[in-house]
């Protein structure tokens, strides 16, 4: 074995840990794949005598790579997520090993992949590196051209995005959100049964709802309509969206959508669906454990 074919073998090795590494960073199977292949050209290229930790100095690479993708997405502003949910991961590619790309995609959540594409690329980078496959910061710092305590600190500002913080009954604010994201998972629940009732029952009589340029109001009308929120209601993810309770839901080949409430008491005074990606891209989303 001469030594390219030795440096291909190992660069194998690592192409099923560099490929996951890609598509947390890119959300999307092809962009992973493109950016595994430039990685190996650039193995290919170097002195690889000189590399102590092969697999370390390709998920160095890989990096890079990804964050020069995700830097050209935001300065064409480019939605690659097709509004943030990549119709592109669940799609095999003719050469490719089905069952591999599917345990892939599977492997991370569309609802998860929504709030990464929310991050800017230096935070999604020390997040999904650090906290994913366990990358020391030391080694990221110089990918992001920061010092490892800057890369500790994009990190732990992604986990705060990423994560939303339930909040504890500790203080009368945490209380009021709790409070709010109850009415929120009473409204989903009921919508995800069809429970008209329930959907009345938390509703005020005045509410407002917005949907794609349609109204509805009133608690019987917005009730009634309740086989649109249902839709969404059955893949929803509990979400602080700019800061309050609310849901976003995300389906393969679809747009994402973001519900977001007003509450006043225990009771829904306006609701809106937002799918125009502009308004989508704004928002400050947080997942929330369901």
Same mark, same amino acid.
């Given at each position: 074995m001469d030594e390219q074919e030795w440096l291909a073998q190992r660069f194998e090795e690592s192409r099923d840990h560099l490929r996951a590494v890609a598509y947390r960073m890119l959300g999307s199977l092809t962009e992973a794949d493109?950016?595994?292949q430039e990685a190996w050209l650039r193995l290919s290229r170097?002195?690889?005598?000189g590399i102590e930790n092969l697999r370390g100095w390709l998920t160095t690479v890989v990096g890079r790579v990804c964050l020069d993708v995700l830097r050209q997405r935001r300065i064409r502003r480019e939605d690659s997520f097709d509004a943030a949910v990549p119709a592109s991961a669940m799609v095999q590619d003719d050469d490719g090993d089905p069952e591999q790309q599917a345990l892939l995609a599977d492997s991370v959540s569309l609802a998860l992949l929504v709030v990464l594409e929310s991050l800017e690329p230096?935070?999604?980078l020390a997040f999904v590196?650090?906290?994913m496959f366990g990358v020391p910061f030391d080694e990221i710092a110089p990918i992001v051209e920061r010092t490892p305590a800057a890369a500790r600190q994009l990190a732990s500002r992604a986990r705060r995005r990423v994560r939303g913080g339930a909040p504890s009954a500790s203080s009368g604010g945490d209380q009021d959100l709790r409070r709010r994201r109850e009415v929120v998972e009473a409204f989903v629940t009921a919508a995800r049964g069809g429970d008209f009732d329930a959907l009345v029952?938390? !509703? @005020?009589?005045?509410?407002?709802a917005r949907s794609n340029g349609q109204l509805q109001r009133g608690s019987a009308a917005v009730a009634r309509a309740a086989a649109t929120f249902a839709q969404i209601a059955r893949v929803a993810q509990p979400a602080l969206i700019d800061g309050s309770p609310g849901v976003i839901?995300?389906?393969?080949?679809e747009r994402f959508r973001a519900m977001t409430f007003e509450i006043e008491g225990e009771?829904?005074?306006?609701?809106?669906v937002i799918t125009d990606p502009e308004r989508l891209r704004l !928002? @400050?989303?947080a997942l929330l454990d369901a």
């Amino acid at each position: 074995m001469d030594e390219q074919e030795w440096l291909a073998q190992r660069f194998e090795e690592s192409r099923d840990h560099l490929r996951a590494v890609a598509y947390r960073m890119l959300g999307s199977l092809t962009e992973a794949d493109d950016a595994v292949q430039e990685a190996w050209l650039r193995l290919s290229r170097s002195d690889d005598r000189g590399i102590e930790n092969l697999r370390g100095w390709l998920t160095t690479v890989v990096g890079r790579v990804c964050l020069d993708v995700l830097r050209q997405r935001r300065i064409r502003r480019e939605d690659s997520f097709d509004a943030a949910v990549p119709a592109s991961a669940m799609v095999q590619d003719d050469d490719g090993d089905p069952e591999q790309q599917a345990l892939l995609a599977d492997s991370v959540s569309l609802a998860l992949l929504v709030v990464l594409e929310s991050l800017e690329p230096p935070e999604r980078l020390a997040f999904v590196l650090h906290d994913m496959f366990g990358v020391p910061f030391d080694e990221i710092a110089p990918i992001v051209e920061r010092t490892p305590a800057a890369a500790r600190q994009l990190a732990s500002r992604a986990r705060r995005r990423v994560r939303g913080g339930a909040p504890s009954a500790s203080s009368g604010g945490d209380q009021d959100l709790r409070r709010r994201r109850e009415v929120v998972e009473a409204f989903v629940t009921a919508a995800r049964g069809g429970d008209f009732d329930a959907l009345v029952a938390v !509703l @005020d009589p005045d509410v407002v709802a917005r949907s794609n340029g349609q109204l509805q109001r009133g608690s019987a009308a917005v009730a009634r309509a309740a086989a649109t929120f249902a839709q969404i209601a059955r893949v929803a993810q509990p979400a602080l969206i700019d800061g309050s309770p609310g849901v976003i839901a995300a389906q393969v080949g679809e747009r994402f959508r973001a519900m977001t409430f007003e509450i006043e008491g225990e009771r829904i005074t306006e609701i809106e669906v937002i799918t125009d990606p502009e308004r989508l891209r704004l !928002l @400050d989303v947080a997942l929330l454990d369901a």
